[in-house]
């Protein structure tokens, strides 16, 4: 078992995967793959409270003021998956940015199971994480080239759980668009709160984007979430597609569903422009 990074040494040793995650392998002949043609892209440090993290940015090579969207990633880190989509978010025009917000307990890309990480995982605490993207969002906007009054959210996953907490975190976010992320859930000293205990209250406008056939999210759970936004001004909606498993738009996966993938990247892009994002 990978020992945890103290907070002395993970500023000294705190980079990004190259390739694929570990755990991950194989990969997927689908596996989608977007050039840095007109792009500047790459790994950045992110100031923090306690030192600083890596993330991978994506921006049109020209240009400023742009708008910015944090993308937020599964269990397996800012792997090559996540680095992909922050370019197809570049190559639309936006200043997209992926922090590695597990780094301080440990470097889940190295590790070669789903078991070895979710103990690493579970001791991340949500005060940090928000934390940590509050940090991002300033480092975009004191980049000079993002434009916080156009910020926008989405994440996978353990990344779509989080995407529903920071739109009820930071009212700086104009929408957000969360990919089968945990709704419900105990609440510890943490994960105090989950997505259905911040819904009835949630300003943000967060698109919901779940699979029927997850075995992990249940339905009913998806209709609790529902029930609670019913009293929130925010005018979020949640989308289901009937037949798609969980991690429907991991296209390096076995769980990948073009179809539906391809429907909530259009979505997506949709949602941030009627948001203004």
């Known amino acids: ?17 190259t390739g694929f995650a570990l755990a991950v392998q194989p990969v997927s002949a689908k596996v989608i793959t977007t050039d840095t043609k007109g792009l500047v892209a790459g790994e950045v440090k992110i100031p923090v409270q306690d030192g600083e993290i890596p993330a991978y940015r994506a921006q049109p090579a020209t240009g400023k003021n742009f708008p910015i969207v944090l993308v937020i990633h599964e269990i397996f880190g800012v792997h090559e998956h996540i680095q992909d989509v922050a370019r197809r978010f570049a190559k639309l025009g936006y200043l997209a940015i992926a922090p590695e917000l597990f780094i301080r307990q440990g470097d889940v890309s190295k590790l070669s199971s789903v078991n070895e990480i979710r103990p690493v995982v579970a001791k991340v605490p949500d005060a940090q994480v928000l934390s940590d993207l509050d940090a991002t969002v300033a480092w975009a906007v004191n980049s000079g080239k993002g434009n916080v009054n156009r910020l926008g959210i989405t994440g996978f996953c353990w990344g779509g759980r989080i995407t529903w907490l920071y739109a009820a975190h930071n009212p700086k976010v104009k929408a957000g668009v969360a990919w089968y992320g945990r709704l419900v859930g105990d609440a510890t000293e943490l994960t105090p709160k989950h997505p259905v205990d911040i819904a009835s209250t949630l300003k943000v406008p967060v698109l919901g984007l779940y699979g029927g056939k997850d075995t992990g999210i249940t339905l009913d759970t998806v209709e609790q979430m529902r029930d609670r936004l019913k009293s929130s001004s925010s005018k979020s909606e949640i989308i289901v597609y009937p037949n798609a498993p969980h991690a429907f738009f991991a296209d390096y996966r076995p769980s990948y569903r073009e179809k539906e993938a391809d429907d909530g990247w259009k979505r997506l892009q949709t949602w941030f422009k009627q948001h203004g994002v």
């Open 1 to 17: 078992m990978m020992k945890e990074i103290t907070r002395r040494n993970f500023i000294a040793t705190a980079t990004l995967a």
